[in-house]
């Protein structure tokens, strides 16, 4: 791979999601939990290029081209890989290892990332372990917050008694220096100068991670409701941004695969009491209003997003925000309404086995707009009902689907009592310009030599050959050292597959928890495209989270491999021994005979081994 700094490759990925930019040169359209347009790299009438928000990974599979952000802008601006970095950098305003100042940015992040570590431990000590923290361990404990919960968040205070540096000195003891922890985050000059003070002085202390389970940042929450402002999080710093952050993600992503849709609450403690009350899979801003980055990360882990925000203004005016913005990335939208005066920290705590009503009684986001535009008006009133074809109007011109359109235009008609006809009819008008007054699968593995089908193309029966274990060993590397010796011993029917397979092992001997796939410019393009093939295919074995299920299905992989390796072994002997009769060679026929014998039991046993398991 060319010499550039990983990090920077991520933080291009972290900023930029795979399906804006494809859609910036191909039209894309929904196929299932994925994306599919005609492929720009070979003539085509039927799209066979598949896009994976979840996965950021795109596979053409007619042409058999595939891979990441940076393969694609190779592939379709003709550059190598350094250039479609710098075009992706510039872009993204990512800054390069050869820019100016890039070494010291790398540097300050890690600082700051091992700073705030030891903060989190610091508050968290302080909390559990310390008189300073009994206040605050009462106050969490009287809002039904378990220690389970203290801990898995890693809740803590942070204190000030008669000083307010007490979090600077114990940082200055670990060689933190005045200036590290103010680009932390962590501490400030009070106006006019003078000491250093912390910055968060007798809060409940949230530690925030970003997607990957980092720890970028903190927000600190008041103990006494009288002072000002109620929450305070970490300022902007070079690990953090909270317009591109969302709390909870990275616990909350398997729970959002599982259940294949995420929820979106306001606040940490609804995010926490949330969690308590099984609710796994939910994630909150950081107390600003939802952003397009923030709607980029959802969109990579789930097409379905259920809104639970508070009742009052700033939450009903959030839920239209966020309505809007993730509609136009595709999401579908569902809003759960949490009973009048309650937020779903209240809700929840009352109610521990309330969600799944909420959930169920969930309305689709249009519904919802639609009755919250009518919700203060008399509908048995003529005069009412005008106003409500009115308020209703600029919903409807929102929609972007005709389809979509018209069953809401139906809906809304309904409730007006009047014609779908005459709603759609101002809909059409407002758009051109007129005013209104305004409202408040699985993919089975053909050989390499063919073309593999898209995504969810085929169901039933899988073939456990040399693509299905890639696939395995992509999502599940941890399993590579397990499987490393028997890898080292088989032959692979095409060389692209033994040395993806040869690299993955040397990936996970450096690194234990590597991602294969945020690495793919570590690999040759037929390797990218071999990669994102399997990558993008749909495992039983991994999404039932079976290991058992997972180790027969490898074990069955390598018998195939065993198995196919023996037949070409067989069929290449073939060949062999008729040339040697042809030439008269006895001595050369006899050991070739003698190596078919051996191979033809090896291949029977192994195919009594693979019919005895089913």
Known sequence: MPSVKQDAVQEIKDRLD???????????????????????????????LYVSPEKQLWHCYGCQKGGDHFTFIQDIEHVDFRGALRLLAEKTGVILEESPGAGRQRELKRTISKLNLLAAQYFHHILLENAAGQRALIQLESRGVTRASMTEFQLGFAPAGQRKDNLVRFLRKHGATDGEMQEAGLAIKPDGGGELWDRFRQRIIIPIHDEHGELVAFGGRVIDDSAQPKYLNTSQTALYDKGRTLFNLHRARKSIHELKHAVLMEGYFDAITAWQAGVTNVVTTSGTALGEHQVRLLKRETQELLLAFDRDDAGLNATQRAIELATKSGIYIKVVRVPQGKDPDDYLRAHPDGWP?????????????????????????????????ELVIPVLAKIPEASVLEIYAQQAAGWLRIEPAALLRDVQALKSGAKFPSSAGPAKFASQSGPLPPPQAVEGNFQKDEGYLLGLLIERPDLVPEIAGELRAVSFSAPAYERVFARLQQMVEAQATVRPTDRLSEFAPDEQGLISAVAMAKYPELDSGSEAALRQSLEQCLQTLKINAAQRRLKALVAEMRAARATGDESRLVTLMQENDRLAHQLDALKDLRHGQG
Request: charged letters at 35%; hydrophobic letters at 35%.
């Open 18 to 48: 795979l399906v804006d930019l494809i859609s910036e040169h191909l039209r894309l359209q929904k196929a299932g939990r994925d994306l599919k347009g005609l492929c720009p790299f070979h003539q085509e009438k039927t799209p066979s």
């Open 357 to 389: 009503n909420l959930r169920e009684h969930a309305l689709p986001e249009w519904e919802y707009l639609l009755r919250q535009a009518l919700a203060s008006l008399d509908l048995t009133d003529a005069r009412e009902r005008r106003r409500g074809a």
